[in-house]
């Protein structure tokens, strides 16, 4: 199986390239920079891997790139920026397409926008297959099987500060804290409001941390398949604290590449909870380390579900792409595990 990987010379791209080889998947590694390419795939493991060159001011050559692999995965944020003539590549390529963005108002673009063209050319775009979008919206649609009817869903990221952030991700957090977060309300989107919740138990602890509102990617996603009065989303403020520290100055001085024994031996959490407005919910987590390798695994393993898969199409959030338990399951073997529990009083 060929994979494409847009974005292939940066850190998320390198990650994903070496991923697929693990996996006994060809990565064909395609940007905008032939020495900078080379270099990446070098450094993935990947010497011989096929090194294409397709900038976003070419779409037919981009196209022509993606036109002989099985599925392209796009790891080039910001994606606000950058991401949709990527989609209208692979769209036009015919070929299945997943990305790593964490861009809340971007997911809700695509996915309000490039689903007509995508089943037209009966291939399927499923943003957001990282490690906050894609856990997070499989398990709110498994937390959310519990309750009925749902007054709220929370979407929560609960990993503690520390551990390492690269400069790529620094400067999309810093964009995406400063476009603020979007609530969904009685069936739309709107600017979010003051939050109701303002702390929250981490998982396995009695503790209550407080959070605050974040423009996290399911309060795009999980509407479209979970039927809910409202879904918001939250980070832990202490969290949220560090991100609006990210002036440019700071992110300029972010390295490149995150540091890798702080990055091993991080975790990620992502945490939902349904609310039915009478006293019951259920509440759900997954969680599992390494955030940066899991996305390389979690968009790669995307990738190789469509091509292989069957006949979905359009534009599709990771719930409705693929069954969530399953996939969750798969996950295991990458040391995340997951939970559910409730109704409860």
Known sequence: MRIAVYGASGFTGRLTAA????????????????????????????????????GLDTPAALADAFGDCDAVVNCAGPFTSWGEPVIRAAIAARRHYVDTTGEQRYINRVLDTMGGAAERAGVAVVPGMADDGGPGDLIAHLTAERVS???????????????????????????????????????????????????????????????????????????????????????????????????????????????????????????????????????????????????????????????????QAGALTPAQAFDPADFLGFLGSYEVTWQVTGPAA
């Open 19 to 54: 991923e697929a080889l693990g996996r006994g998947m060809t990565p064909v590694l395609v940007g905008r920079d032939e020495e900078r390419l080379r270099k990446a795939a070098v450094e993935a493991g990947a010497a011989d891997a096929e090194v294409r060159v397709a």
């Open 149 to 311: 009817p749902i007054e709220e869903l929370l979407i929560a990221d609960m990993r503690p500060p520390g551990g390492s952030a690269s400069r790529g991700t620094a400067r999309t957090m810093a964009a995406v804290f400063a476009d603020g977060p979007l609530d969904y309300v009685d069936g739309s989107w709107h600017p979010a409001g003051s939050a109701a919740r303002t702390s929250l138990a981490v998982p396995g602890s009695e503790e209550e941390v407080p959070v605050t509102g974040f423009a996290l990617p399911g309060v795009a996603t999980v509407p479209r398949h979970v039927t809910a009065r409202r879904v918001r989303s939250v980070i832990r403020e202490d969290v949220a604290a560090m991100f609006r520290a990210l002036t440019s100055d700071v992110v300029d001085r972010i390295p490149e590449t995150p540091d890798e024994d702080a990055r091993r031996a991080s975790r990620w959490l992502m945490v939902a909870r349904a609310d039915d407005g009478r006293g019951h919910h259920a509440q759900g987590w997954v969680t599992g380390p390494d955030g940066y390798r899991l996305t390389a695994v979690i968009a790669v393993e995307g990738a190789r579900r469509l091509a292989t898969g069957g006949e």
